[in-house]
């Protein structure tokens, strides 16, 4: 099982950062392929807070490589800072673990105050993105305009480049959003300066895969975001702006579908969303409050309260559909302990009918109420358990109905925040 790709089942934050820093000990390369800064696994390592946003979660262990792929959008700003971050409290001392695909796109100034400027007009219809300007970047890859890591190495024609690009997109600030123009010098200047902090880093990552697979080493995708924020599979245009499928992983790494051997789907043991867009099994009564707290519910990367829900087995199953799941993994089981009887949404019923499919639009899932199922909660702690056997019967149960209702075996349960705290049925690469 030399491949193995781990998706977020849901809106994001599932705890995958958790789940791979759990595993990346059983890899050898650990390989980000979609989104930007917009992600940030939070990781508990000795009782200390780790924070990454752009490099792999996998950096947090000693010898492990890390690659960021061409599908990745990079800050420059973010990345240095990192870089720097974690080197001061030595867990990257070794240049050589950390190799960037050249053919990445780069996220500019202009496109944060553009993420910013259309966010800040949207009134209620705002997206509640990141405002890191991932979706202006992904646009302007799309449409042929964007700068790649390779531009930026290219230090001779790097500040004509920016001059012309900084030219276009502040006429552009100025008449559509009535903003204030960028200074090309300044870029240009900084730019440089993040030339030379990431200079060591730029890489074939396609080749180092190939090179990595050939010799038989283990590898771990980390997927950002979640199926649920797909560009094209998600609830369009509450979404990010990257596919954040399994599929992604071939085209934003460069690696053929053939080559993965398991797509590993990760879920939370209820729902939570952040920014707008529609979440129909979200509560916003004192259970929903409830599991906000209990679960510290607050963005990594904005800080922002997340919205907090039901599990949904429907769109679940829908994951495992578009992914191709071959087994999931639940987190944050513990944070159910003591709630009461649990609910499970296991359809939309929309105008007295069942929904077969995922609704594609707005209209039909705002008008979608769950069809709901009842469990038995459990009142004792999960934090000590290791093995499924000793997890309360009410939560075995509650573990087998999920995995019914999806389809797919579970292969490992997150119970508190602690790397250990992990009862893991299969390991990911057995
Ligand atoms: P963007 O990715 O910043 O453009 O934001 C688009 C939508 O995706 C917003 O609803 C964000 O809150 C959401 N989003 C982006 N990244 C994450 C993440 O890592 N976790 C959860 N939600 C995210």
Known sequence: MPLVVLVGAQWGDEGKGKLVDHFAGEADVVVRFQGGNNAGHTLVVDDEQVIVHLIPSGILHRGKLCLIGNGVVIDPQVLCEEIANLRARHYFDDDSRLVISTRAHLIMPYHRRLDQASENRKGDQKIGTTGRGIGPAYSDKMARTGLRFHHLLDEQRLPDRIRS????????????????????????????????CLAPYAGEVSRVLDEQLGQGKRVLFEGAQG???DIDHGTYPFVTSSNTVAGAACTGAGVGPRQIDKVIGITKAYTTRVGGGPFPTELQDEIGASLRERGKEFGATTGRPRRCGWLDAFALNYARRVN??????????????????????????????????????LETLEACEPVWEELPGWPESLRASRSFGSLPRPAQAYVRRIEQLVKVPVAAISIGPEREETVVIRHPFE
Do not use: H
């Open 324 to 361: 191709g799941l071959t087994e999931i993994m639940i987190t944050k089981l513990d944070v159910l302990t003591g709630l009461g009887p649990i609910r499970i949404c296991v359809g939309y019923q929309c105008q007295g009918r069942i929904l077969e499919d995922y609704p594609p639009d």
């Open 227 to 229: 199926t649920m924020l």
């Open 165 to 196: 690009l900084v030219a276009e997109k502040s006429t552009y600030l100025q008449q559509v959003w009535g903003e204030s123009p960028l200074n090309a010098e300044e870029v240009i200047l900084e730019f440089l300066g993040y030339a030379r």
